[in-house]
């Protein structure tokens, strides 16, 4: 059996996939049309406009369910670990699934809400579910974190705990900037100017945009071992007939 095959951990593997395509293949598209500049777009910027805003919102869709379906995978292993151990609230799980299950309706309202040239009230609905997708997605990645090491040593490894203490202090540290930067950001154009006056909050918050989101989808990679130990399966009671 190869290992992609073992348990449940082709889906996050699969999420990881096909999360990092969706970010690169917009952005190549956008940048082979000339829609957005070589260096430090904004994420949505490259998938502001058709072709690519299609293919972003399609992609972006299906990495939400993908990330629905995994997150719930993991709920139900901490959940199923904490029944035999007791080594993890049931409260801390539960909170960390509500936070993971809006991150990835953040990415629904981003992915169907485009950020366009035109619409100002589209714009808003678009800001806001990003901004839903990035504090719940990274508080979500901090709560697994703490997760993992109170689960210690019957979930994952020691370095497994340390890699996604490591991601999730990553993608906590380049939350603020990229929030804070994008406030100075004062001109919603596609291409930038080295001149403006803004461009240095441009870099700054675009940077750290594309690092937080690569964090949140490269934390996943840390739950391949724990998926490989488990399956779920649906089961179908009958009520009697009287």
């Known amino acids: 059996m190869f290992w992609f095959m073992q348990g449940l951990c082709f889906l996050p593997v699969f999420l990881v996939i096909w999360s990092s395509s969706t970010f690169i293949i917009s952005y190549l598209i956008a940048l082979f049309r000339k829609d957005v500049d070589i260096i430090f777009p904004y994420i949505s910027d490259t998938g502001a406009n058709p072709p690519e805003s299609c293919i972003f919102g399609l992609m972006t869709f299906i990495s939400a369910y993908a990330g629905t379906a995994t997150i719930y995978a993991r709920y139900k292993y901490v959940e199923k670990l904490s029944e035999d ?21 953040g990415m629904c309202i981003v992915a169907t ?13 678009h ?15 901090v709560l697994q974190s703490v997760i993992s090491y109170h689960a210690y ?50 870099v700054a918050s675009a940077v750290c945009e594309w690092i937080v989101a690569f964090s949140f989808v490269c934390f996943f990679l840390t739950y391949i071992d724990d998926f490989k130990l488990f399956t779920l399966r649906v089961k179908t009671e009958c009520e009697a007939l009287s």
């Open 85 to 105: 151990t007791r080594a993890v609230s049931p409260y801390l799980n539960k909170a960390s699934l509500v936070l993971g299950l809006l991150s990835c309706l």
């Open 113 to 125: 809400f485009q950020e366009t040239q035109m619409e100002t009230t589209m714009e808003k609905v």
């Open 127 to 141: 800001l806001t579910g990003a901004l839903l997708f990035f504090i719940t997605g990274v508080t979500y990645i």
């Open 153 to 202: 040593p019957y979930g994952s490894s020691l370095g497994i705990c340390r890699a996604r203490v490591g991601i999730a202090t990553i993608a906590a540290v380049a939350f603020f900037p990229t929030v804070i930067c994008s406030f100075f950001v004062t001109q919603g154009k596609m291409h930038r100017d080295i001149e403006d006056k803004d461009y240095p909050f441009h």
